[in-house]
């Protein structure tokens, strides 16, 4: 147990479905990540939240839609997806403050796109 | 961030050190060295850092060089379920702000 936690773990949707994945962390942190592991690649950062406020979007298409209403709780919005979005979605968080950066990960949602 | 070099692949007997190398030759005079790693399908889990001086904790060991130059986390006594992909970090102070960026890493394969 990370103190991370998304739900759901797994996730099977239609190219036109929307659906929600959830983040929570009980860490106090102050910043909140997604990222994507697709198959056979290294994990890619796709948005990044500081104090609620989103400071970093790695080029990520408008179908993947963040959403942090409070520190401790991150979204990511999915709509019309495609099946090479099928992959693993990460959550992290971190304190950010000089000199200590460790990051703690959920344990993902595999999320399938049919 | 710097760019960090790892092998692709180890394998290392149960019960014995695993030592895993990581070369970061263009590291900048403040920028850390962290290692996580990732079991299968599971999210990468933080094992240790460090600046200049080795450091150690109940999960492993961090050799770093004078030159800083590179750097091999030790696993002292390798167990099954530390099979994993482990990744070598390159990070300024306060750098968590973006997020990290993750190469392949090292498969290290622990065998019975």
């Known amino acids: 147990e990370t103190g991370v936690t998304q739900t759901p773990r797994h996730l099977v949707m239609g190219m036109t479905n929307k659906k929600s994945l959830k983040c929570e962390q009980h860490l106090g942190h102050n910043a909140m990540y997604w990222y994507k592991q697709s198959a056979k690649k290294p994990l890619e950062l796709m948005f990044v939240?500081?104090?609620?406020?989103?400071?970093e979007n790695n080029s990520v298409p408008s179908r993947f839609s963040p959403e942090c209403p409070n520190s401790s709780h991150l979204f990511l919005h999915l709509h019309t997806l495609q099946p090479e979005d099928s992959a693993l979605y990460l959550c992290a968080s971190s304190q950010v403050w000089a000199g200590r950066t460790e990051a703690f990960f959920g344990q993902g949602t595999r999320l399938t796109v049919v | 961030d710097a760019k960090t070099t790892q092998p692709p692949s180890m394998d290392c007997a149960e019960g014995r050190a695993a030592n895993l190398p990581c070369n970061h030759s263009t590291i900048s005079g403040n920028e850390y060295v962290y290692w996580y790693r990732q079991i299968h399908s599971q999210g990468p889990q933080y094992i240790i850092h460090g600046l200049k001086n080795n450091e150690t904790n109940e999960m492993a060991s961090l050799i770093i060089t004078e030159d800083r130059k590179s750097s091999t986390l030790i696993l002292p006594h390798a167990t099954l379920r530390d099979t994993a992909v482990y990744y070598c970090i390159v990070r300024p102070p306060g750098g968590g702000a973006d997020g990290l960026t993750f190469g392949k890493g090292t498969h290290l394969i622990i065998q019975p």
């Open positions: 939240y500081n104090f609620k406020e989103q400071t």
